[in-house]
């Protein structure tokens, strides 16, 4: 049973989260948290725009009001007021919910781009407007505040801020979870296929399209508000584009159209910036990278990719396939090696500091070093050594796709069964 | 037509009903009154303004001028799903489905609407057991009980519009508009619809637009001709074909048959 293996992996993954950080480092400690967090809020970003299809561009408002709300209550409670820590969340949820009704009453009312466009002012608006308001959000510096202890846990270390933000985030995801199943999750989805048929129902598509949207900002909300506890502070950058954008790109490179899609990619994004962004500067221009040929290569993104071999399990011929992935990671790994390596040179050529040795070296070009070697600018091997990477790495990958496809093709299309819809063995099993 | 003015026995009554686009003038004062339980068409050439008639009944647009009443009472300037929930459901001339969601899906979504779940976020829908039934139940009478677990998106044309005819059902209106249900369709395909169709509208009031003058000979009580904006004629099936100056407008060729 494939659900039953899912809840298997579900309670393996849980177990690992549980019993493996104490073990771990400060640093692996609070990249945890922050991997939580993004999941967190890609799944409640996702029931908008993967399940509903409304594609909002302005989430951070109202993961930056979950975040500001929160830590007003963690002032409160700084002077003296009785709210028990664990339960700080509850502030981001309200203020998600109660923007999220309000922002979401207008911009439901238009759909696909209009709607997109709408969900971006309402961002602009917060980020341009709250640093004016020294009262409620601090200026440009912000607020901060410090947890609080309560029953006995004083809440001063990251292991124990992780342990809040894990229960959080698992109760979350288990209600979006459970939010699929139920009428109104039903209805979501039928709004995404086809809004105009719903109204013909007797469905009131507005009402609707708000109250997942106030949903999602509720939860997105839940988000900010573990981002405010963990982090003690906030400014207005919250409400910042790259946020709203963040999450879009997460959402569809794990993808938008499987439940746990955009949690794949928050992880692996969130994991990227932790260990990519000490190694280079450029880490932001890979990540950009990456989204462009999920997008081009995998549209159902690196969910869509698993989803299709995990379903494919038993039929696939695996035997005949290993030399054909192997050989294609091979290829990728050149090419990888190659733009990694040129995109580093071109880093260090052009940086400051290298402008400043070709002033000082009076006409010539000095050389540099890069990944531990010395390099020339002015010597062929320097640029002949990415070209032939390049040139071998897509001479292979480019060979290799027709036989990857040819072998798909010969087991029978996949598709006939991702097309059956999601509880069809369910239905035939009610119907006996 | 001095029947209109009677407010009673009327499932679906228009009066003096306009609409304009800017300047044009597509709906010239409609009259027409369907009788509760009748099966009524309505023909007319292409551009008469049938599926604009549709769309004015079902709230699509609202009307210039004039008024709409269901079962006595006027429904003008109500959104569609106000309509709906008073009585009235529509298909669409082209297959206007939920192509990504299960065939049982599809139908179960309006029954959830009937049964007042529309917002249900307290309980799963599995476990709703008589909306199921019910969907079941409708999903037998349009004969997919096979394909209820397929994605309505791989449905064969003539599946999809069967589909369509269960949706329509399954939001409990006791007046139904169907636009050109059997376009497209095999002649197989088109007695097999006619007959889906004759009894799922059993003990309901049927309008529908329709061209195959066959269909509307074995199937409609009553027929009204659209003209440009006008409703040339109102009769039975046979006083229609006789008509001249229906024949004249609209017929021609065709009465052949």
């Known amino acids: 049973m494939a659900s039953m293996r899912n809840l298997i992996l579900m309670a393996a993954v849980l177990a690992v989260l549980l019993i493996v950080p104490p073990f771990l480092g400060l640093g692996w400690q609070n990249a945890l948290v922050n991997i939580l967090i993004a999941s967190l809020f890609a799944l409640a970003f996702n029931l908008l725009s993967g399940q509903a299809g409304l594609l909002s561009f302005g989430h951070a408002a109202y993961f930056g009001m979950g975040a500001f709300a929160t830590l007003h209550l963690m002032l409160a409670v700084e002077d003296g007021l009785g709210f028990p820590t664990p339960l700080l969340p509850l502030a981001g949820a309200l203020a998600g919910l109660v923007v999220g009704l309000v922002a979401g009453y207008f911009s439901t009312m238009r759909s696909g781009v209009y709607f997109a466009l709408v969900t971006l002012a309402f961002a602009e608006l917060f980020h341009s407007l709250t640093p004016h308001l020294q009262g409620l959000f601090g200026g440009e510096s912000g607020i901060s505040s410090m947890r609080m202890p309560w029953q006995g846990i004083i809440f001063g270390s990251v292991l124990e801020v992780y342990y809040l933000t894990l229960g959080w985030v698992m109760l979350s995801i288990l209600v979006l979870w459970a939010y699929t199943r139920t009428p109104f999750g039903r209805l979501t989805l039928a709004i995404r296929d086809n809004e105009q048929r719903v109204r013909f129902l007797g469905y009131n598509a507005h009402t609707a399209k708000m109250v997942i949207f106030a949903i999602s900002a509720m939860f997105t909300g839940v988000a900010g508000a573990l981002q405010a506890i963990s982090n003690e502070t906030a400014n207005y950058a919250l409400f910042g584009s790259q946020i709203s954008a963040q999450v879009v790109l997460q959402t569809f490179v794990g993808g938008a159209t499987i439940f746990f899609g955009p949690v794949v990619g928050a992880v692996s994004f969130t994991l990227f910036a932790y260990l990519v962004s000490d190694l280079t500067r450029s880490w932001l221009f890979y990540q950009g990278l990456i989204f462009v040929l999920v997008m081009l290569y995998a549209p159902a993104g690196i969910g869509g990719v698993v989803q299709h071999h995990m379903r494919s399990l038993r039929r696939a011929d695996w035997t005949g396939l290993a030399k054909p992935y192997a050989l294609a990671a091979l290829g990728a790994l050149l090419v990888g090696s190659a733009v990694i390596y040129l995109t580093e040179t071109v880093a260090v050529l052009f940086g400051e500091e290298y402008s400043v040795n070709l002033r000082n070296a009076a006409g010539a070009y000095p050389g540099y070093h890069l990944f531990g070697l010395s390099w020339s600018p002015v010597s062929p091997l320097t640029w002949l050594v990415p070209l032939v990477l390049a040139g071998v790495g897509a001479v292979l990958l480019f060979k290799v796709r027709g036989t990857i496809a040819a072998k798909w093709e010969a087991m029978g299309r996949p598709e006939t069964e991702s097309t059956k819809a999601p509880d069809a063995a369910k239905l035939k099993g009610g119907a006996a | ?257």
């Open chain 2, 1 to 257: 037509m001095s029947t209109l003015h009677s407010q009673t026995g009327f499932a679906l009554q228009l009066t003096d009903v306009t609409k304009s686009f800017g300047e044009i003038s597509v709906m010239k004062g409609v009259n027409l009154a369907i009788k509760a339980g009748e099966r009524h068409a309505v023909i007319g050439p292409n551009g008469a303004g049938k599926s604009t008639l549709f769309n004015l009944i079902s709230g699509m647009f609202p009307v210039t001028s004039g008024d709409i009443a269901l079962n006595g009472r006027s429904i003008v300037g109500l959104p569609p799903y106000q309509i709906n929930r008073s009585g009235l459901a529509r298909s669409f001339q082209i297959t206007n489905i939920f192509p990504r969601l299960s065939v049982f899906e599809n139908l179960r979504i309006g029954v959830l609407a009937r049964h007042n779940v529309r917002f249900g976020l307290f309980q799963p829908v599995s476990r709703m057991r008589r909306i199921n039934d019910e969907a079941r139940a409708i999903l037998a009478e349009v004969g997919l009980d096979a394909r209820a677990a397929d994605m309505a998106g791989d449905l064969t044309y003539s599946e999809q519009r069967a589909l369509e005819i269960g949706m329509t059902l399954t939001t409990g209106a006791d007046v139904i508009l169907l636009d050109e249900p059997t376009a497209g369709m095999s002649r197989e395909e088109t007695a097999q619809a006619v007959e889906l169709i004759r009894s799922v509208t059993e003990g309901k009031t049927l309008l529908m637009v329709e061209h195959d003058m066959s269909v509307v000979f074995s199937l409609c009580d009553r027929v009204s001709v659209l003209v440009y904006g006008n409703i040339l004629a109102t009769d039975t099936p046979k006083a229609i074909s006789e008509n001249r100056e229906v024949q004249e407008a609209y017929l021609g060729e065709e009465t052949a048959s």
